[in-house]
């Protein structure tokens, strides 16, 4: 891919910013985005050799119309490149301003503008959300909220999307669960919350993984469930417990999960919404836990993350 003297500016600007790791990912599909619009020749000549130029509304009005549409997208869906969402569109909005004021120039109001995210949580919210996560690991829960557990407390330290999780293996742990990678190669260091939501996980995963061929993926399902249309193939793929769970089942655990363990006070109905609260409110890991009214910074000491793994004969749907 031919280099332009924008895009090695724009690559210099972002070595110099002070950000996470996932605002970093962000920014860095708004640089492919914009290099794969410089090669179709989609935006001004200018826009080629001044980062300034590139940044201004003449370049990026056409831009946005085509990253927007899904023509910028670096791989195909579905041997095709729909539109990317709502959500997706707001956050390479707020890189762009993030880029326009690291470079001194003023906010610049651009079409489309007008697209409202759900509502995420605010900070005291997600530090009463991890008060009661704390307090949940102190006692027995049924094998689905100790996996829900589990995912959230790494939502909530690592801003992780519903994507990255599914895509987790076992070895993206750093030893001790003192860490996790995020899947661009940054690891994050997971609070005493998160290590013990883990240290319940872990061991009822590995009694669901043992019943089938086993898997390095960290999220399996708990229970049997089918593949197929009996109407249209005459039978079903069933499925044992302990295979991995790909981000829809992630998902749909999360909505089931938030209503069935009286979580619909603290969590958006979405994880998405979640994720976004994170990133833009960045509670302290380990801190807000040490602040809690009667919780323990360890979290993860014996009382909790001694616990054993949730009891595998408890109904639930």
């Not at 009661?132 to 689905?144: A, N, S, T």
């Not at 793929?237 to 769970?245: K, S, W």
């Not at 409110?281 to 949730?310: K, Q, R």
Request: with cysteine; charged share 25%.
């Amino acid at each position: 891919m031919p280099e332009f003297a924008s895009i090695l500016a724009l690559e210099q600007l972002l070595d110099g910013l002070t950000i996470g790791p996932s605002r970093a990912r962000q920014l860095a599909m708004v640089r492919g985005e914009m290099q794969r619009a410089l090669v179709r020749g989609a935006l001004p000549v200018a826009a080629r050799h001044s980062l300034r130029r590139l940044l201004e509304k003449e370049a990026l009005t056409p831009y946005l119309r085509l990253a927007e549409s899904g023509a910028l997208r670096a791989r195909t869906v579905d041997g095709g490149r729909p539109p990317t969402s709502a959500a997706t569109n707001t956050v390479r909005r707020q890189c762009l301003e993030l880029l326009r004021d690291a470079l001194g120039l003023p906010r610049l109001r651009l079409a489309g503008e007008d697209v409202l995210l759900q509502p995420t949580p605010d900070f005291s919210t997600l530090a009463t959300l991890r008060r009661q996560l704390d307090r949940d690991l102190g006692g027995w829960m049924p094998p689905g909220q100790v996996r829900l557990t589990a995912v959230l407390t790494l939502v909530l330290d690592a801003a992780l999307s519903s994507g990255q999780l599914s895509g987790l293996r076992l070895s993206d742990l750093a030893p001790g669960r003192r860490a996790v990678s995020d899947g661009a190669g940054c690891e994050v260091a997971l609070s005493p919350l998160g290590q013990a939501a883990l240290g319940r996980w872990l061991p009822l995963r590995a009694d669901l993984v043992r019943r089938t061929r086993g898997t390095s993926r960290l999220w399996v399902s708990l229970w049997h469930n089918h593949d197929g249309h009996p109407a249209r193939e005459g039978a079903t793929l069933h499925r044992p417990p302990g295979v991995p769970l790909e981000s829809n089942g992630l998902v749909s655990s999360y909505r089931r999960g938030r209503r069935q363990y009286g979580l619909e006070r603290l969590l958006p109905p979405k994880m998405e919404a979640l994720r976004r609260a994170v990133e833009s409110e960045a509670p302290p890991a380990g801190l807000v836990i040490a602040a809690s009214a009667g919780g323990t910074p360890g979290a993860a000491g014996p009382s909790t993350d001694g616990a054993g793994p949730a009891r595998a004969g408890s109904a639930e749907d």
